[in-house]
Structures are given as structure tokens and as C-alpha cells.
T-cell receptor
Framework: DGGITQSPKYLFRKEGQNVTLSCEQN?????MYWYRQDPGQGLRLIYY???????QKGDIAEGYSVSREKKESFPLTVTSAQKNPTAFYLC??????????????FGPGTRLTVL | AQTVTQSQPEMSVQEAETVTLSCTYD???????LFWYKQPPSRQMILVIR??????QNATENRFSVNFQKAAKSFSLKISDSQLGDTAMYFC????????????FGTGTKLQVIP
């Protein structure tokens, strides 16, 4: 089955630690995205990538970092610089092309809690 | 910049009845897409329906349909014959057509289907 996987489902972090959230897709999508979801708010874009070895900051990139070494993978690192990292994190992917807009499909998410 | 507003934080509907969720948006673009996503308790974001702004015909998908009023910048979702499995958060979203697509999400409406 094609889809997007995220791991782990739940993640606990001590203050001052960096943690990495995994996102893998086998849909052959070019673009991948990371969103943060907080209670009472919609999804906010952290980072996105349209092609391997290239990525751009979204609306709330401070305290986060990403890499895109493979088309299928787009891991997100939550650094100690992120002041309030407890949230639900969603990864998404989509096809992308000239003049074409395609729907974003989402993974199951990772719940990060800072202890 | 795009904005998406969902003014109903919570709604409820009796099983088998019809319910309409409201969404308004603002954009300066002429060519854009609108979406409704469903997020059940599992928290997986699932695409419900998609509307292309240049199409006048309202999109439908089984029991789900939209009322797209372009001049009023309104995009409501109608769920007919509500089922218990429709209980979820519903997010309205918009994106500009073409190339990279930054999706802007509303804050969501929590729908409870009552047996």
C-alpha cells in the first residue's frame, strides 16, 4: 500500500534535548511538508521541500531543522531552541508540477511531549 | 496572503440528519483551490472534498457536498445522512494554484454525531 508513515507515534523529550521525527512516503511525491498542530489552532507550516537537497522555511521554522537527502524521506529535528515544542506534528506530501496543484496527503502524526 | 475562517468551533447533529459547516476565506488570487479535511480521533488528516475556484459547479463526494460562493468567498460543507463515523474535527483549507502550494488552514470545527 502506498502512503506516508511517521514514527514514532508518541515521543517524549527532556528539556534541552534534540529529537528527530521521521517521515517516509512511497507515493513518489516530489514535495513534502511538516506542520505543527496545537489545540484550538489550525495547522501551521514549519518547513517544506519541493526537491531533494532543497527546502524552505514555513511560517514557524524557528527551533526546527530538516533535511531532504532522499525523495522518500523528510525528517524533522526539534532542537532545544524551540521554546514550546509540545505539540502534534504532521507530515504531508504531494505531487508538484508546473501550473499544477495537487492535494496534500498526510501521515498519521507524531505526538511530542516535553517533560 | 490567504486567510481561512471557521466561525463554528463545535457543532452537533443527530444521526441520519444533515449538517452544514461554514467556512469563509480571503485571497487576492484568481486561481486557487479549496479543501475540506477531516481529522477523526485517530488524528489522521483525511481529504474529504476539493473544489477548484475556476469551476462553477459545486464539488460532491458521496454524502459530502460543498456550497461554493466565489463572490462571497464562502465555502461550506454539507454532510447528508450523518453517520457516527463522521464525528471528527473538520478543517477548511485553501491554496493558490500552480507550483508550490502553501496550504492555509482554518482553526477547525468539532463535529459530534449523536446516535
Amino acid at each position: 500500500d502506498g502512503g506516508i508513515t511517521q514514527s514514532p507515534k508518541y515521543l517524549f523529550r527532556k528539556e534541552g534535548q534534540n529529537v528527530t521525527l521521521s517521515c517516509e512516503q512511497n507515493l513518489n511525491h516530489d514535495a513534502m511538508y511538516w506542520y505543527r498542530q496545537d489545540p484550538g489552532q489550525g495547522l501551521r507550516l514549519i518547513y517544506y521541500s519541493q526537491i531533494v537537497n532543497d527546502f524552505q522555511k514555513g511560517d514557524i521554522a524557528e527551533g526546527y531543522s530538516v533535511s531532504r537527502e532522499k525523495k522518500e524521506s523528510f525528517p524533522l529535528t526539534v532542537t532545544s531552541a524551540q521554546k514550546n515544542p509540545t505539540a502534534f506534528y504532521l507530515c504531508a506530501s504531494s505531487r508538484i508540477g508546473q501550473g499544477r496543484t495537487d492535494t496534500q496527503y498526510f501521515g498519521p502524526g507524531t505526538r511530542l511531549t516535553v517533560l | 496572503a490567504q486567510t481561512v475562517t471557521q466561525s463554528q468551533p463545535e457543532m452537533s447533529v443527530q444521526e441520519a440528519e444533515t449538517v452544514t459547516l461554514s467556512c469563509t476565506y480571503d485571497t487576492s488570487e484568481n486561481n486557487y483551490y479549496l479543501f475540506w479535511y477531516k481529522q477523526p480521533p485517530s488524528r489522521q488528516m483525511i481529504l474529504v472534498i476539493r473544489q477548484e475556484a475556476y469551476k462553477q459547479q459545486n464539488a460532491t463526494e458521496n454524502r459530502f457536498s460543498v456550497n461554493f460562493q466565489k463572490a462571497a468567498k464562502s465555502f461550506s460543507l454539507k454532510i447528508s445522512d450523518s453517520q457516527l463515523g463522521d464525528t471528527a474535527m473538520y478543517f477548511c483549507a485553501s491554496t493558490v494554484a500552480g507550483g508550490y502550494q502553501k496550504v492555509t488552514f482554518g482553526t477547525g470545527t468539532k463535529l459530534q454525531v449523536i446516535p
